[in-house]
């Protein structure tokens, strides 16, 4: 299992970003989403991005072992960074909004083939 949805904060670097999860929510079973479970092991820890290779290093969101990692944007004042992560029986997609007029820049990373988003800031 691997988790990819946390609410955190992310800070733009020259190679990496480092981001720090907020949130962790999970598709509740009438259609919504819902705070996880995971929030409470997951919340207020960092995770590093590559902005090299998309990669993903860290205990709540990392891309161990993919099939592929490619990056999709490499983000600027316009677009978001995003990069996938191919897991054959899932994919993990991250966001870094690099639009954003803040030092720290939102992230977003869903799950598909898990049930967890998560949210948070990164620089």
């Known amino acids: 299992m691997f988790v990819v949805s946390f609410n955190a904060v992310a800070v733009a670097g020259e190679l990496t970003y480092t981001c720090k999860i907020m949130n962790v929510y999970e598709l509740a079973s009438y259609g919504s989403l819902k705070h996880s479970d995971l929030e409470k092991r ?71 083939g898990g049930t967890e988003i998560v949210t948070g800031l990164c620089k």
Do not use: C, H, M
């Open 42 to 112: 997951f919340k207020d820890t960092e995770f590093v991005v590559s902005r090299v290779t998309g990669d993903i290093i860290g205990v709540a969101v990392p891309t161990l072992l993919p099939l592929s990692t490619e990056i999709i944007i490499k983000g600027n004042d316009e677009n978001p960074f995003r990069s996938i992560a191919d897991f054959r029986d899932g994919v993990q997609l991250i966001e870094i909004y690099e639009t954003a007029p803040d030092e720290k820049k939102p992230f977003i990373t869903i799950s598909i």
